[in-house]
Each structure stands twice: as structure tokens, then as C-alpha cells.
């Protein structure tokens, strides 16, 4: 039961990292027009 | 402090120093597919896995594509070195008869390993069976450095490329960083170290009879293959619980030099290697001396800390019978090695500490408490004075990033770096990645000092008390794996909060700098002006510093103050905990 628990552990680790991956993918999105001062 | 001391500092940065150029050349190419001596003979084998994984290695990913595949490769890492340690009484190679690994100290390792920390609590030779030292922790070792270098190679090709959507293929990368860099320095030094008289055996422990007549278990195994991945990845993780202390781990002072090179010797060269990606030595050079300077700082505060002894037995000797005018001539001696002395266990502390490797041939619970700040702070600016293959370099090139920034804020241009516009999305990403490991490190650390689980596995009250805490969730972060070991961190709370710790330090940091990796290999090279910022020359060099100690201290100087700062000027007073 206890492995169950660690595996379940690892699985939402792995997937809130998975989903932090794609924050940064919004994040990096440049918003149009931004500044690229001299 | 003496001047065999100085001399084996010396020696070691001498020895460092000459390798980085041609070992940085090699790395670099190596990572560009280029043709190398070791191709012929495993060029073969490299194209034999690409095959039997399914792998083209000419076809190259996104910069999420890559973050994916490693996030993947790591879940698998974790999930299998977890079953192998809960299984390993079923497992051949177990002489010892030792039972499964418990759940919660089972998960704790296996993160630890997969993620190139090495924290480990539990002692090697009582707990894992042959099987698990070797098909478990040394090939994570292994695994882990390969992919902590893959990391810093993709970013740097994101400096490197434009206008390129992608930053190379992890598997070629993995199996590249494995086949042409580790393994073949680790057959060189696992030779030497057996000739050095380290073992390499699958007999099970030795049982002898003492001097006295009473039995006496030696333990012994498969060492020399471990202790060789373990200080060239960066990982640390002892085959014994003494670590680097033991004489089967550590027999003789050439090891103990050989040691030092091999946990330096990558981190070094890949500042080499970036130079040369990013078409200019002389960038990977000011790198190096940054790191440089950073180590020369740490390693003299820590030998002259160390030689000048405890204040309070200095104290306690001038008021004695003797009445001695002078100090006690030892200096700190406790928790070290006589054959290894001051200057080496300082040596070999900062090397460790300010690689992230983590491994330790003396008690980091023994050092004076000033000794035992500078230990953490090696840990708090990120890994960045040399630090593990590949993390080292990435964490320096974050403080590049944040560098460059500040001075284009103060100029009021758009920051540069060899040749890359630093924009929004890669400052938000630097930060990122900045901000989970101090986040980690100060709210896990907050917890364990107030929580009864926390509390319980304390050696010491008092502020050394709680830099024992902090020294551990700093250390997992870091991804350094060392610990002030008067704390028993084998118990469910410390072992799941760790694991969490050396998560985010390894993950919550390295998707970001792949997402800056990204970033930046689409855009162009932009030529250099008047106004961009030379990051080649000395002045940068003081710049970074700066950025690095003033990041540094603003972040991590409160929690200093609570521990070893204020133990070190209690113990002055004969204060002790």
C-alpha cells in the first residue's frame, strides 16, 4: 500500500513539473510589439 | 596554516586549471558529433543503443521536446531504482542477507540518486546490497551527471545557434555525455584507485578476529567502480557511511588528490567548452575565474577558520595548569582525519561543498560554526563555483543573465550576453529558476524547526540545532547531498520532505534554463555596438561577483544569522549546544 502511495508521489510530481513545463511555454511567448531598446 | 597546506591547494588548482583546455575542447567535441579518438572504438555502441531505443540521432527537439524526454527519463530513473532498492533481499548480489529498503528511505534515495544529490540516509554498507550499489545508485550516478551536462550543452547551444528552433536530442545527448566522457575516466580511476588499494570485490564483508581476540566485520564490495562515478558526477554518494573518510574509500594521499581532480575536473572544463560553443574562450575563461576567486575566498576562510581552532579551548588552555601563553597547536582537530589534517579536510570540504558533490573525508559537523557558514554559503549561491558537471555551468550562466540585466538597467539598453538580446522571457525564466531553490530551501527549513517531526531528529539545541536543519534542506536543494550529520534524518518526515527539497532543486530549476535555452537559440546573433556590455574583460568579472555575493546575501544572510553566525560569536563566550 505504502509503494502505491510513493509511486502516486512520483506520478504528481512528474506531472506538476510536466505542467510547470508548460507555464514557461506561455511565458516565453514575447508579446507583440515588445520592446528591443537600442 | 602551513606551506604543505598552501601547497596542496595549490596543487590541485594547478592541476584543475591544466585540464580544463584540452578536456573543454573535447567535451565540445564530442556534444558537436565531431570525430574524437574513442569514436572508432565506440562509435559502434553509440549507434547500437540509438537503434535499439528507437533514437535518430539527426533528428533534433523543441526545447519543450527535450525538457519532456528528460522529465520522462527521470519519472523511469526514480521508479526503477525505487523497486530495485525495495526488492533487493529477492535480488542476487546480496551476501549480507539485508532486508528491503523501507518505502519512505527507499524514495528518499531514489530521488537523491536520479537527481545527482547523493543525500543519503542511511549507511551504505549496512543497508544496500551489492546489487543496489551497483546496478542502482552508480548507474543513477552516472545517468544523473549525463544529463545535468546534456542540460548545460543545450544551453549553451542555445547561445551558440541562430535562429534555430531547436537545442539538440537528449537521448544523443545522454548517451554521448555516458559513452565518450564518463565512462572512460571512470575505467581510468576506478584503475587507480584498485591499484591505490581501494576494493573491488563481490565477497561478501570479511569477518576477522582483532588483536584482542573478539570477531570484527570488515565490509568491503564494489567500491573502486562506485568511488570513480561518484566524484566525477558530481553525485558524492558513498559506498560506506564515512564516505571519503574511509581508507577503503580513500586510502592514500594520491587518492585523496585524485579525488579533488576528479569532482573539479568537468565542472571546469565545461566553462572551456561553452567559450568555445559560443566562439570565444576568452567568455569561458572569465567564467572560470570567477569560480576561481569564489574558491579561493571559501578555502582560505575555511583553512584559516579550521587552523586557528576552537576560542573557547583556546580559552580553556590559557587559563589551564600549564598556563601556556599560546594557543593549543592543533587547531580544530575534531571530526578529521589525522592522515588527512587540516588543510586537507578543508580542502576537501570546500571542493565538496562548492561542487555540489558532496562527498566528505571529514565531520562538517565537527567544523567551527564559521566554518560551517561558509560550507552553506558554497551550497546557497546555486552551485556555481565549478559545481556538478553541467549544473555548475547553467547556474553561473543564470547569474550571467541577471548580470547583464542589472547593468542594462543601469544603462537603459536592452541587455546582451555573447551575442543573445536578454529579453522578458528569459529574465522571468531566470528568475524562476532562481527563486524555487531559496523558496525550497528557507520554507522547508522554517517547517522542520517548528514541527515535532522536525524537532525530533535533532543532535543539538540551539542555533547549531538549527543549522543541522537548514545545512540539510540547503544541501538538497543544491543538490550537494553533504550533511552536518548530527541530525537523524532517517525518519519518514525528513525522508519525504527531502525528497521533495531535492526535487525542486534539480527539476523546478532545469526546465526553466531548457525554456531560456529555447528562447534563445531562435534568435539571431546581434552584432556588437559601443553599447554592449564587454563580458570579457575584468570589469565583468568584479560585476558578476558582485551579482553573485549581493544575490547571495540578500537572500540567504537572515537564516546565516540564526545559525552558525550567532553560535560562532556564542562560542567565543563558552557557549556550547
Known amino acids: 500500500m505504502l509503494d502505491l502511495a510513493m509511486l502516486a508521489l512520483v506520478v504528481v510530481c512528474f506531472a506538476l513539473a510536466k505542467a510547470y513545463a508548460g507555464l514557461c511555454d506561455d511565458l516565453l511567448a514575447r508579446p507583440a510589439g515588445e520592446d528591443i531598446a537600442p | 596554516m602551513t606551506s604543505i597546506g598552501w601547497l596542496q ?107 545527482n544529490t547523493s543525500w543519503q540516509s542511511y549507511g551504505g554498507e549496512t543497508t544496500l546490497s551489492y546489487a543496489s550499489q551497483m546496478a542502482g545508485i552508480t548507474v543513477q550516478s552516472f545517468l544523473s551527471a549525463a544529463s545535468g551536462i546534456a542540460v548545460a550543452i543545450a544551453l549553451i547551444r542555445g547561445f551558440a545557434r541562430r535562429r534555430s528552433p531547436t537545442i539538440g536530442n537528449f537521448w544523443v545527448d545522454l548517451t554521448r555525455g555516458t559513452l565518450y566522457v564518463l565512462l572512460p575516466i571512470c575505467v581510468i580511476a576506478a584503475l587507480l584507485l584498485v591499484a591505490q588499494g581501494v576494493p573491488q570485490t563481490l565477497a561478501p564483508s570479511a569477518e576477522v578476529t582483532t588483536p584482542e581476540g573478539g570477531p570484527q566485520t570488515i565490509a568491503r564490495g564494489p567500491v573502486a567502480t562506485q568511488e570513480a562515478i561518484k566524484l566525477l558526477s558530481g553525485d558524492g554518494g558513498g559506498f560506506f557511511n564515512t564516505n571519503s573518510a574511509h581508507p577503503f574509500e580513500n586510502p592514500t594521499p594520491l587518492t585523496n588528490l585524485a579525488e579533488l581532480v576528479l ?201 547549531h540545532g538549527y543549522s543541522e536543519i537548514l545545512y540539510a534542506y540547503t544541501s538538497a536543494t543544491a543538490t550537494n547531498g553533504s550533511a552536518l550529520a548530527g541530525l537523524s534524518a532517517n525518519s519518514p518526515f525528513y525522508n519525504l520532505t527531502l525528497a521533495l527539497a531535492m526535487f525542486v532543486g534539480r527539476f523546478l530549476v532545469i526546465v526553466p534554463v531548457l525554456a531560456i535555452a529555447g528562447s534563445l537559440a531562435v534568435q539571431p546573433v546581434v552584432p556588437r555596438s559601443q553599447g554592449t556590455l564587454p563580458t570579457e574583460r575584468v570589469l565583468y568579472v568584479c560585476f558578476l561577483l558582485g551579482v553573485i555575493v549581493i544575490v547571495g546575501a540578500l537572500t540567504y544572510l537572515p537564516a546565516l544569522a540564526l545559525g552558525p553566525i550567532i553560535e560562532s560569536l556564542q562560542i567565543a563566550g563558552g557557549v556550547f549546544y
Open chain 2, 263 to 463: 569532482i573539479f575536473a568537468l565542472g571546469a572544463a565545461l566553462t572551456n567548452c561553452f567559450g568555445r560553443m559560443v566562439g570565444s574562450e576568452r567568455q569561458g575563461w572569465i567564467l572560470l575565474t570567477v569560480m576561481a576567486i569564489l574558491f579561493a575566498l571559501g578555502v582560505g576562510g575555511l583553512y584559516s577558520s579550521e587552523t586557528g581552532g576552537n576560542p573557547a579551548l583556546a580559552s580553556a588552555w590559557r587559563a589551564g595548569p600549564t598556563k601556556s601563553a599560546q594557543p593549543p597547536p592543533a587547531g580544530n582537530m575534531e571530526g578529521k582525519e589525522v592522515r588527512f589534517g587540516i588543510a586537507g579536510s578543508a580542502l576537501f570540504a570546500e571542493v565538496s561543498t562548492a561542487s555540489s558533490d558532496g562527498a566528505v573525508n571529514s565531520m562538517h559537523d565537527s567544523f567551527l560554526p564559521l566554518s560551517g557558514g561558509i560550507l552553506l554559503a558554497n551550497m546557497m549561491v546555486d552551485e556555481v563555483i565549478v559545481g556538478a558537471p553541467g549544473s555548475g555551468l547553467f547556474g553561473m550562466l543564470l547569474f550571467c543573465i541577471v548580470a547583464v540585466f542589472l547593468a542594462g538597467l543601469m544603462v537603459g539598453r536592452t541587455p546582451e550576453y555573447v551575442g543573445k538580446k536578454i529579453g522578458s522571457p528569459e529574465i522571468k525564466m531566470t528568475i524562476l529558476a532562481l527563486i524555487c531553490v531559496p523558496a525550497a530551501t528557507l520554507g522547508l527549513s522554517a517547517v522542520a524547526s517548528v514541527v515535532e517531526p522536525g524537532l525530533a531528529g535533532l543532535g543539538n539545541a540551539g542555533p
Open chain 2, 9 to 115: 591547494i595549490a596543487l590541485l588548482a594547478a592541476i584543475v586549471g591544466l585540464l580544463t583546455r584540452p578536456l573543454g575542447g573535447y567535451l565540445a567535441r564530442v556534444y558537436a558529433g565531431e570525430h574524437t579518438l574513442l569514436r572508432p572504438l565506440i562509435g559502434s555502441v553509440e549507434a547500437a543503443l540509438y537503434r535499439l531505443a528507437g533514437v535518430t540521432p539527426e533528428a533534433e527537439q523543441t526545447w519543450y521536446q527535450y525538457t519532456v524526454s528528460f522529465l520522462i527519463f527521470h519519472a523511469l530513473g526514480i521508479v526503477s531504482l525505487y523497486a530495485l532498492l525495495r526488492l533487493q533481499s529477492v535480488l542476487p548480489l546480496n551476501p549480507q542477507d539485508l532486508t528491503g529498503v523501507a518505502p519512505d528511505l527507499a524514495l528518499n534515495t531514489a530521488v537523491s540518486f536520479v537527481t
